[in-house]
């Protein structure tokens, strides 16, 4: 169950999907969601990266700082 629905929901909606795209649009949706998807993971990877060298920069410096004092 995804999010409180059940199969005969997802179903439902698939049939709705298929009445307003028509059956030779899906490929293209899927597609185009699934390159969605592979993007927003990677933006997040790299935004988590990008946070963890900030991290570690500011901790280098605040152990620089401290050793000179």
Known sequence: MI???GMPELIIIL???LI???AGKLPEIGA???K???NFKKSSKEAKLEASKEETT???EEDKEN???
Do not use: D, M, T, W
Request: no cysteine.
């Open 67 to 69: 050793k000179e004092v």
């Open 15 to 17: 049939v709705i999907i």
């Open 3 to 5: 999010g409180g629905l």
């Open 20 to 22: 307003i795209f028509g």
């Open 36 to 38: 969605g998807i592979q």
């Open 58 to 60: 500011k901790k280098i």
């Open 32 to 34: 185009g969601l699934g």
